[in-house]
């Protein structure tokens, strides 16, 4: 017996992974792949914000300790640029004190997980954050539909 496709089937996405670990970052990105997910890799926040000059992933999975620009520092680039403010960031990090994890919703993190994790709760919040993500593009694409449709009824009344 065939199974019909779930949401999760379609919504395999390409991720960004950030971290300045060669450890951590491979661990990750390996974990990540295997579960069909495509995924580039960027050592730290400079290679990071490079990378988003070449492709736009449909998430970011972002450590914030790393040297040159932290992940603070980067979700702020990514959220004030208009080519990049709605790729969700979901910041995973030591770093697990209250005040770390309302910093980085401040700056526009959309999901904050705290390192060591656990594989089954990064895969559901990045499943989440994929469906938030794609709920919100279906609804950029309805809202230009009906406005093509008020223009075209504009046309009709006068």
Avoid at 73 to 83: G, L, R, S
Wanted: proline share 4%; with cysteine; aromatic share 6%.
């Amino acid at each position: 017996m065939v199974s019909s496709p779930t949401v999760s089937d379609s919504l395999k996405a390409n991720i960004l992974v950030v971290d300045d670990q060669p450890k951590n970052l491979k661990l990750l990105s390996h974990l990540l792949e295997e579960e069909g997910y495509e995924v580039q890799q960027a050592i730290n926040g400079k290679v990071a914000l490079k990378a988003l000059t070449q492709s736009n992933p449909d998430i970011i999975l972002l450590d914030i300790h790393m040297p040159e620009l932290d992940g603070y520092t980067v979700c702020q680039k990514i959220k004030t640029a208009p080519e990049t403010q709605d790729i969700p960031v979901i910041f995973v990090t030591a770093l697990n004190e209250s005040w770390d994890k309302v910093k980085g919703f401040s700056v526009g993190g959309s999901d904050y997980i705290t390192k060591p994790f656990k594989i089954i709760e990064v895969l559901a919040r990045v499943e989440n954050q994929l469906k938030v993500r794609h709920l919100q593009l279906k609804v950029r694409e309805l809202e230009k539909e009906n406005q093509e449709l008020k223009a075209g009824l504009q046309k009709f009344k006068y």
